[in-house]
């Protein structure tokens, strides 16, 4: 029997803290030390709820290391009306794709186990570059904002 050097190490990222999550606010950027830190990078219902969608994509991508996968679970325009203040596309997780030149392993439209009434879209992105675009350049893709800032947790309007 021998030890591999293989080391899986999980962390939760949340504003509230709650469940030994790591406290920081995603409407900013993530601290130096955990850059390009993950192999994997998981979106389940966040986004939506951030204010700053430029830095919280940002910080996905910063997060993740170069080769390494990033998952969204996003709540797509018409659907979970209510829920949230954002709204992503097919055509924005297409053309984000495009921009920072990830490539697409997966991108499901699927019904919520939850609720078959509601949609939701999955995407898996693998990160081939290190540098995200630039915020002008994100600003040009197309999102969805509510304006609706009673489902943004405790983060401030922006």
């Known amino acids: 029997m021998y030890l591999s050097r293989n080391v899986i190490k999980h962390v939760s990222i949340d504003l509230n803290g709650e469940y030994d999550s790591l406290v920081l606010d995603l409407d900013n950027p993530v601290p130096e030390y955990l850059l390009g830190d993950f192999n994997w990078v998981t979106n389940y219902g966040t986004v939506e709820h951030v204010n700053n969608q430029y830095m919280v994509f940002k910080n996905i991508h910063d997060l993740c290391c170069i080769g390494g996968i990033m998952l969204h679970a996003l709540v797509p325009p018409g659907h979970w009306v209510g829920h949230g203040r954002y709204h ?15 490539s697409i392993l ?53």
């Open 88 to 102: 992503h596309s097919i055509e924005f997780i297409n053309k984000l794709a495009q921009c920072c030149r990830y």
């Open 106 to 158: 997966l991108l499901e439209k699927t019904k919520y186990y939850d609720n078959p009434k509601k949609n939701g879209l999955f995407v898996t992105y693998k990160k081939e570059k290190n540098d995200f675009i630039s915020e002008n350049l994100f600003k040009t893709l197309p999102i969805v904002d509510t304006k609706n800032l009673s489902h943004t947790g405790n983060y401030k309007a922006k």
